[in-house]
């Protein structure tokens, strides 16, 4: 069976996931603060709008021109696209997630988008105190999105000097793919910042740590030498 694949747009990525990501998937980027996820999730963005696929970023935290203006050191003008009614990056209240699942329903069919982006799913805990009730809200978010016929990246952050793979421990069990992005770790090639494919499933991926840079083009993943 021929499976259906989005391209990453991160170069060296697609070569250690069989071509990309499983079209309609949910993949976590995952790392602690600094390690570029969310130059990782913008970049998968452009490619898409590249290529003329619709696109939504739903940021909880940074404001969204704060966002537009730091990825163009890079190139990559988004409001060219919102301009033309291809792409839309959106400040959620973190505070308001409890319909944060009908407004990516919402945006989704308006925009008939192929390519989400939720950063960072760590925000939807801060004003909720019972840890069981976060983990059921990116639980219900998480399976929206499943069922929304788009490719999704959601980011969550590791705590510092912690071995989890997200600060709420759930999103790891109910998304489809997991990058892990590090930073300070070794890396073959001495670069300072390192990707695992964690899981990616229906995939034969990479096992090894891959050195990572971030230049004047966005994210490169560098091969094992």
């Known amino acids: 069976m021929v499976?259906?694949?989005?391209?990453?747009?991160?170069?060296?990525?697609d070569n250690l996931i069989n071509g990309g990501f499983i079209r309609d998937s949910v993949v976590l980027v995952t790392g602690e603060a600094g390690t570029g996820k969310t130059i990782f999730c913008s970049q998968f963005l452009w490619h898409g709008l590249k290529k003329g696929e619709t696109c939504i970023f739903i940021t909880l935290e940074e404001n969204p021109e704060d966002i537009k203006e730091d990825v163009k050191t890079f190139g990559w003008d988004f409001d060219k696209y919102e301009q033309k009614g291809l792409f839309r990056l959106i400040y959620h209240d973190?505070?308001?997630?409890?319909?944060?699942?009908?407004?990516?329903?919402?945006?989704?069919?308006?925009?008939?988008?192929?390519?989400l982006v939720?950063?960072?799913?760590?925000?939807i805990g801060m004003n909720i105190q019972d840890v069981?009730?976060?983990?059921k809200i990116l639980y219900n978010v998480i399976n929206v999105?499943?069922?929304?016929?788009?490719?999704?990246?959601?980011?969550?952050?590791?705590?510092?000097?912690?071995?989890?793979?997200?600060?709420f421990g759930v999103e790891e069990f109910v998304v489809d793919g997991i990058i892990?992005?590090?930073y300070l770790e070794y890396a073959a090639g001495g670069l300072d910042r390192s990707l695992i494919v964690r899981k990616m499933r229906r995939t034969d991926h990479g096992k090894d740590i891959y050195p990572v840079g971030i230049g004047p083009k966005g994210v490169t993943v560098k091969p094992v030498e």
């Not at 499976?3 to 990525?13: A, F, V």
């Not at 939720?118 to 925000?123: E, H, K, N, Q």
């Not at 069981?132 to 983990?135: A, E, G, K, L």
Request: aromatic share 0%; net charge positive.
């Open 94 to 115: 973190p505070a308001q997630v409890n319909n944060l699942g009908s407004v990516i329903i919402d945006e989704i069919k308006s925009l008939k988008a192929k390519r």
């Open 180 to 182: 892990v992005l590090n």
């Open 145 to 167: 999105i499943k069922k929304s016929n788009c490719t999704a990246l959601i980011t969550a952050e590791i705590p510092e000097g912690t071995k989890g793979l997200s600060r």
């Open 3 to 13: 499976i259906s694949r989005t391209e990453s747009g991160i170069p060296g990525l």
């Open 118 to 123: 939720i950063d960072s799913t760590s925000l």
């Open 132 to 135: 069981s009730q976060v983990r």
